[in-house]
Each structure stands twice: as C-alpha cells, then as structure tokens.
C-alpha cells in the first residue's frame, strides 16, 4: 500500500515561532513570538502565512493575522483582502478592516473605495466603512458627505453617514444635527445628534438646551441633558440652569437632572442648594431631591438632620435620614448606627440602619459584628 511521505522537518523560522509560543511566560510569549513573526511575515510571507494557519485561535493569532495582513496588503492589497474575508471570522480580528481602510483613504481615497466591495457585508464592511468615512471627512468633507448620501445600500449609507456627520459637527454641529434629522434614523440618529448637541453645549449651552427634547426618551437624552445642565449654570448662572430643568417635560429627567445640578451647585454654595431644596413643593420630586441632597450634606451630619427635619413633609424628610445615616456612617459608622437606633418609626428605622450598618461592615467587620450580636434589635 502506497505510504503518507513523511513531513518535511520545520525551518529554523518556524522552530523559533514553535519555542516562543511554547513559553509559559505570557508577556515573554507575546513578545518573542510578535518580534520572530513579523520578521518572518516582512521576508517570507508564505511561510508566514502557512505558520498562521496551523496555529490555534488566540490572542496570539489575531495579532499574528494583523502583522501579516498588514504586510501583504502593502505589497498585493487585492490578496490581502481575499485573506481577511477567509481567516478573520472573529470581532477582533475584523479589526484589521480598520486600520486598513483608514489608511487607503489617507493615501489615495480612489484606491480605497472600489475595494469596499472586496469587504464582507456584516461588522466587518460597518469597520472598514466607518474608517474610510472618518479619514475622507477629515481631509475633504464635502466630498465624502456627497459620495456617503449616494450610498444606495442602507447597510453602507447609514454609518457612512454618521460617521461624517460626526466630523461635521466638530466645526457646524446645528449644520450636523440638520442633515442627521433629514438623512438618519433610529439609534445612528440618535448618536449623532447626542454628539452634536454635546458639542454645542461647550460653545451655546442656551442653543444646545433647546435641542436635547429631539432626542428620544432613555439614557442617552438623560446625559444630554445633565451636561446641558452644568453647562447653563456654569455659563449663565443657577437661576437659568433651574429654570430649564422645570421646563423639561419627563418627570423623572427633571429629578434626574436637578440632582446632577445639585452636586455641583453644594461644592460652591450647600446653604442654598440645601435651601432650595426645602422649599420645593411636595411630591416626588420633592422627595427624590431630599434624599440626593441628605447624601451630600452627610459630612456634617448633625447640620444635615437639622435641616432634613424642617422639611415640609414626611417623605421627603424619610428620604433625607436614610441618606444621611449611610453618608455619615462612611466616616463613622458606629456613631451613625447609634444614631439611627434612635429613630422610632418603622421602615424608616430599618432602613436608616441597614444603611449605616453596611458601611459599618465594609470598614469595621469585627466591630460591627460585635455591635449586632449584642444590638436589642
């Protein structure tokens, strides 16, 4: 029967590659294995390449595949980009379509762009689209606005888009939120207006203000807003910063909101950022608020029950004495559970001690095991 010839042995390259990987010692692995492979990728990038194909799927080969496909890419790009579509399958991996379009848009756009077609529909045409728009837009936005609003593909015309838009309002960004209203929707809409109204709000807080309702209900309405916030009372004072957040039309964003407002305005003035907070009508808000401002007012605790017990109700006030309990149980909690020992209406007492003894845990274990065994609880 007709036998199997035998293997041919390795080469010294390739006996190197086998020893580095072979190290127990992860950053002399990486770093001995990288320096031989990338030698062997600039003068033999067959080898190279028979190598990477026999090596097993690691953080090892996605750099190995990245040092390889870069340096075929310099000498035959079209082939390059046929090893792309066959070896890199994994996210990090695809990574390289990056760094690739990134660079043929920076050296000759008109090299790079018939060789989108070469990229694989998916996450990796999304890198290699966005790094091409990126580096046009930055040298010749005009240009790239125009070619990215002719994409006839949604897959391709939306991050296209978006990613010069995202250019576009570094220098225009009402010019940015304009064309993203008319050209853009659903999350990529929402990300480009997010960045240009956060742009606008370092230079215009005012104009930014009048935009952050244009953004759909969620987290990312919520952080515009925040920094739209900081930004009027930075810039035009408390008054017009609080005055706007009364005008905004979710509940739950005007606490949110306030109370971001009311951290920043209590390292400058806390008697009226505490003050104001009293004279809040009741309600949720109201309460919300209390329980923000009793954590920010904790480091002086006995100043904080004080004005927590004028507040107009009793919610609010609730509010503010569990927060306090656990704000001065962080610097001494042995005297914020003996405190909180002292309130005599339940949840209220549960709650101020649950608190306070937490931190009493975190900080002092055995104290406070001590405490709790021999605690009338």
Known sequence: APTTPPAPPPTAAEAALTTALASPDPQTRARDFIQRFHALAQSDPDAALAFLRKMPRGQEFSQALFILLDTISRRDLDRAL?????????????????????????????????????????????????????AWARTAPAAALAWAQGLADPADRNPALETVL????????????????????????????????????????????????????????????????????????????????????????????????????????PLAAARYVAEMPPGGGLDFAAQHMGLLLGSKPRDAIMWAEALPTITAREAAFVSIASAWAQRAPAEAVKWAMTLTTDPLRTNALAGAFTYWRMIDQHGAHNWIEKADL
Do not use: C
Not at 102 to 107: F, G, I, M, P, S
Not at 117 to 134: I, M
């Open 166 to 269: 995202r250019n576009i309002s570094e220098r225009d960004p009402l010019e940015a939120i304009t064309l993203a209203e008319k050209h853009l929707t659903g999350p990529a809409l929402e990300r480009t207006l997010a960045i240009a109204i956060q742009r606008l709000t370092h230079t215009d807080p005012t104009a930014a203000s009048k935009l952050v309702t244009r953004l759909p209900p969620g987290d990312m309405q919520t952080m515009t807003a925040v920094n739209v916030a900081r930004a009027l009372s930075d810039q035009k004072g408390i008054d017009t910063a609080l005055a706007w957040i009364a005008a905004l039309p979710i509940e739950l964003l005007r606490w949110i909101v306030l109370n971001n407002v009311l951290t920043t305005w209590s390292q400058k003035d």
């Open 82 to 134: 046929d090893l792309a579509a066959e070896l890199a399958v994994a996210r990090e991996d695809r990574a390289f379509y990056s760094a690739l379009f990134d660079r043929l848009a920076r050296e000759n756009i008109q090299t790079a762009l018939p060789r989108l077609e070469r990229v694989p529909a998916g996450e990796a045409r999304d890198y290699a689209l966005r790094a091409l728009s990126d």
